[in-house]
């Protein structure tokens, strides 16, 4: 959860997905950010030093195409008219939402070093989790992180859920607009981060 519940472009997906498509779509954005989530924590855990410098290397290349889709999603969202809620969603549904939130999630390989120091923290330090407290260990860890992560987001959906049935339709379009600028500015950050590595 300590991951998983810091706010960026993936939580404001989540709750503007919630409150536009329905809390089935929005908990389908934040499951695909756990599957990423777990991945990640298994290269964290397993040890898996050829991924993970595999992916350090790409680091330029995910924070283009990331910084890029995300804003493209920005200027969607922001321009995006919002469905009648009664309507059951749009733009794909969960399966669309689900795997977009793989894509942006797996796009930033700093979050292997979050797994990293938090095993540390947790007295899993060492060349790898497996190797230290055994593969069944590691395996519970990596679950504990899917578990955690989805949690995290089937309470934030579930929540913001809730008030999707007060929203008008100018709420809505209010929202898409904040959204998009959040999404956006989030894309340019990330494309001044490839630009500029050191900053």
Known sequence: MSVAAPVGPIGVLCIRRSLSQGMGVGFASGLGAAVADAFYGAVAAFGLTAISSFLIEIEGALLLGGGLFLLWLGVKTFRAVPAPLGSGGQNGGAASAFLSCVVLTLANPA????????????????????????????????????????????????????????????????????????????????????????I
């Open 111 to 198: 979050t292997i070093f979050s797994f990293v120091a938090l095993f540390s923290g947790l007295g899993f330090a060492g060349s790898s989790t497996a190797q230290a407290h055994g593969y069944g260990g590691a395996v519970i860890l990596v679950a504990g992180v899917f578990l955690g992560s989805a949690l995290w987001w089937l309470g934030l959906s579930g929540s913001v859920g809730l008030f999707r049935n007060r929203m008008t339709s100018h709420a809505l379009k209010r929202i898409n607009q904040l959204s998009g600028s959040i999404l956006t500015v989030f894309g340019l950050a990330a494309l001044m981060r490839f630009v500029w590595p050191d």
